[in-house]
């Protein structure tokens, strides 16, 4: 039984390590809102809304979400009863979108209830592979040398596959030198929707270079083109932004939009959704990987207990918190060993401790909502 009593918000303001740049643009600092849900017996669980600052990569962004989550969601889901965590989804149904905020609720909602279990999340996920397979996202640099640098540094971290974000401006030139320098090591690009079909014959030269994939190369809402293009290439086409539901999902694949798909647990609106995208893809042979969000250590934490269910077979982009942080704000940090994998830990819940006394200093507001 699951009967959240409040509802806390924190936002915090997390200066990246790096600068992070897509297609659509440079993060150099990361506003995060994270959620605390708290029961009746006092229980407690955290989640984190995984939208970016701006509304690039999808609508929803930091201020948006925080509205949505104070105003609308927390109310649906405060004082109602259900069966469990795989219920809370439900309580949110009327409002459309707004998977990233939910999701920051919803999530919060299974760490809570493994916590009350006292299991690890990923077990009470319905996980069975502990030992994650980790890639690394890498993006645009300022120039061609920092990028094979950066390459350089993950591989001799262990990392198994390198994702690097490309541009109409960052990519044949690029991913040749990439190439030419570190030989037949697992790579992929992600165009985050840079391209149209116009640029098919740019996106054809790409297959010379045996990617394992090109990552969502045309617009944010397509699965049509996707599939015009796919029949096109030889290169697996790998979709992320237009996934949003497991009816997304059942489409693309219908469509055979891409032959792969980063399942993000923010996107699709937290465990319960990936958890149902996870089974339709590995029904139909489609193999997932977990994306990430330039997550702090809350939402690492939950992609990854949701990465050890067995359709996730490729490299994430989840990988150790120092490549973002200075210092997360849990407890240990993320690691991952020197041949590439992170293990799922064996604590309750998330796994991880929160550290409330740096949460602290780092907000920037709260709110709290009660029944
Ligand atoms: O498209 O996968 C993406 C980060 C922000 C927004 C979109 C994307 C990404 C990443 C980074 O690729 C993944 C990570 O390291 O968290
Ligand atoms: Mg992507």
Request: some cysteine; aromatic content about 6%.
């Amino acid at each position: 039984m699951v009967k959240i009593k409040s509802i806390e918000l924190i936002e915090i303001n997390l200066p990246l390590v790096h600068f992070f740049e897509t297609s659509f643009g440079r993060t150099y600092e990361r506003r995060i809102i994270l959620t605390r849900v708290l029961d009746d017996t006092g229980a407690e669980g955290w989640g984190e809304a995984t939208c970016g600052e701006t509304p690039s990569y999808s609508e929803e962004w930091t201020d948006a979400a925080w509205a949505v989550i104070e105003k609308i969601l927390a109310p649906m889901v405060i004082g109602a009863q259900v069966e469990s965590a795989a219920d809370i989804w439900d309580l949110m149904k009327q409002v459309r979108g707004n998977r990233m905020a939910k999701a920051a609720i919803e999530t919060a909602c299974w760490d809570l209830e493994a916590k009350k279990s006292d299991v690890p999340l990923w077990r009470h996920l319905g996980g069975e592979n502990r030992e994650i397979a980790c890639g690394v996202s890498i993006g645009i640099q300022d120039s061609v040398g920092q990028l094979l640098e950066k390459i350089q540094t993950e591989l001799d971290a262990g990392y198994q596959r390198i994702k690097i974000k490309i541009s109409p401006r960052w990519d044949y030139e690029i991913i040749k030198k990439v190439r030419e320098t570190f030989g037949d090591i697992r790579l992929m690009g992600d165009a985050n929707s840079a391209y149209t079909l116009d640029d098919i014959d740019k996106l054809k030269s790409l297959d010379e270079f045996e990617l394992m994939m090109l990552e969502q190369p045309l617009p944010h809402d397509d699965i049509i083109d996707h599939a015009k293009l796919q029949r096109e290439i030889r290169t697996p086409v790998c979709l992320d932004e237009p996934i949003k539901s497991p009816e997304d999902a059942r489409k693309a694949i219908e469509l055979k939009s891409g032959k792969i798909i980063n399942l993000k647990n923010g996107r699709v609106g937290g465990h319960s959704e990936s958890k149902r995208i996870e089974k339709i893809c590995r029904e139909a042979g489609i193999p997932v990987w977990c994306g990430g969000m330039l997550e702090s250590g809350i939402g690492r934490a939950h992609n990854i207990a949701i990465s050890t269910l067995k359709g996730y077979t490729l490299p994430g982009d989840v990988s150790a918190s120092k490549r973002y942080w200075h210092e997360d704000i849990i407890e240990p940090a993320v690691e991952v060993s020197p041949n590439g994998i992170i293990i799922a830990p064996e604590k309750i819940g998330i796994g991880f401790e929160v550290k409330r006394n740096l949460i602290e200093k780092l907000a920037v507001r709260k709110a709290s909502v009660k029944f």
